[in-house]
């Protein structure tokens, strides 16, 4: 058994926390770099993980992948986060590449392969059977409504906190809880 042999369990940990606490999608998750996260000057306590910059977002069929930020909202995210960062992702990296979740095989993991590990380990935990990746995005929503209004950060449908950030602009817009996102009503 090598030294490392816990590395992969850690960055699977860690990678499954940061989903639930963005609530992410599969392919935006995989998709993250190091470089994704930046402050958030009205939440300073946060530090270098304010914000979330999701440059792989579901995108609409033939468009290029939406672009959007994430604030952070949950206190614990960060702390994984500085912990992986700085201590753990140099031990698995690999020069050049900037991958957040790095594999041991591949510069970055696949689809099936976050798929599948994450049912080994529900499974391994007596978990229901239909805990998949997408109830991390969901489930995330009802625990921070309260906390979201509180920051200021808007509600947008799913109950994933999210923010528009329209960098050519140089604005970000936050909506209250409740209200319309602007370009939405039909």
């Avoid at 500085?82 to 696949?110: C, F, H, T």
């Avoid at 200021?152 to 209250?176: H, I, S, T």
Wanted: charged letters at 25%.
């Amino acid at each position: 058994m090598s030294q490392h042999s816990w590395l992969p369990a850690f960055r699977d940990a860690t990678l499954f926390k940061v989903a639930y606490g963005y609530g992410l999608r599969r392919n935006e998750t995989r998709m993250l770099d190091v470089a994704d996260f930046g402050r958030n000057p009205h939440a300073e306590e946060f530090g270098e993980y304010g914000v979330l910059y999701v440059r792989h977002g579901k995108a609409m069929k033939g468009s290029a992948p939406k672009r959007r930020s994430v604030l952070t909202v949950w206190a614990w995210v960060p702390e994984i986060l500085a912990e992986w960062v700085e201590e753990i992702w140099p031990l698995l990296a690999v020069d050049g590449n900037p991958a957040l979740w790095p594999s041991e095989r591949a510069p970055r993991g696949g689809l099936a392969q976050l798929n599948a590990r994450l049912s080994a380990y529900r499974d391994a935990l007596g978990l229901d059977a239909g805990l998949d990746f997408h109830s991390l995005r969901h489930g995330v929503g009802g625990q921070e409504d309260a906390e979201r209004f509180d920051r200021g950060a808007g509600l947008v449908a799913g109950g994933a906190p999210e923010v528009v950030d329209d960098r050519a602009q140089g604005q970000v817009e936050c909506f209250p809880l409740g209200g319309e996102v602007p370009g939405t009503a039909e």
